[in-house]
């Protein structure tokens, strides 16, 4: 069981906004801002697309943001596109445990 | 562009071993930490080990720890993991992934490597 947990789907229409939550269960992962997203399409390479919780990578589309709240972190994708459809998860750091996956969360465009 | 690809995986018996390793272009690898993530099938994505540019800080996860080993050759761009006394639940796609020591993420990705552990 991860620390962090992420809801098991998440769907929209077309052109939605949807919001991911990734929730730690510990504090101290919980109290990290080393908080990063993936974007991961199976049978292909994951990609990172947020990472210290809310910065995004030259070359990632401006419709994905994120932010921080206590022990949540949130991944909001505007205007939902075909292409957006995947497994996303988030990813801490935090020092015991170095490093912790979401369980992740697959998103269906209806 | 950065370019990682994964090799050595395969099909290995319950308590058998095996290395898989990573050959990495595009960057300047030594001065990555470098990670080694795995997914199982049909499961989520999960961190195994950490190695720091020069070696000097290893870390790893402790469903593996005892058991699987990383290491690199900087002169060779070369990321490795040797894995010992598998199990089954150790069968997955193993990727190698540079490391960002300042943000602590894992910013490029290769296609990974396919370890199956069975009988």
């Known amino acids: 069981q991860s620390a962090l947990t992420q809801p098991a789907s998440v769907s929209g229409s077309p052109g939605q906004s949807i919001t991911i939550s990734c929730t730690a269960t510990t504090s101290e992962v919980g109290t990290s801002d080393l908080v990063s997203w993936y974007q991961h399409h199976p049978g292909k390479a994951p990609k990172l697309i947020i990472y210290?919780?809310?910065e995004g990578p030259s070359g990632v589309s401006n419709r994905f943001s994120a932010s921080k709240s206590g022990n949540t972190a949130s991944l909001t994708i505007s205007g939902l596109q075909a292409e957006d459809e995947a497994d996303y998860y988030c990813c801490s750091s935090a020092i015991s445990t170095t490093f912790v996956f979401g369980s992740g969360t697959k998103v269906t465009v209806l | 562009d950065v370019r990682l690809v994964e090799s050595g995986g395969g099909l290995v018996k319950p308590g058998g071993s095996l290395r898989v390793s990573c050959e990495a272009s595009?960057?300047?690898?030594?001065?990555?930490?470098m990670s080694w993530v795995r997914q199982a099938p049909g499961k989520g994505l999960e961190w195994v080990s950490f190695i720091s540019s020069s070696s000097g800080r290893l870390y790893y996860a402790e469903s593996v720890r005892g058991r699987f080993t990383i290491s690199r050759d900087n002169a060779n761009s070369s990321l490795f993991l040797h894995m010992s006394s598998l199990r089954a639940e150790d069968t997955a796609v193993y990727y190698c992934?540079?490391?960002?020591?300042?943000?602590?993420?894992?910013?490029?990705w290769g296609q990974g490597t396919l370890v199956t552990v069975s009988s």
């Open positions: 992934v540079p490391t960002n020591s300042f943000a602590w993420s894992f910013d490029y």
């Open positions: 595009g960057l300047t690898f030594s001065a990555y930490g």
């Open positions: 210290e919780a809310t």
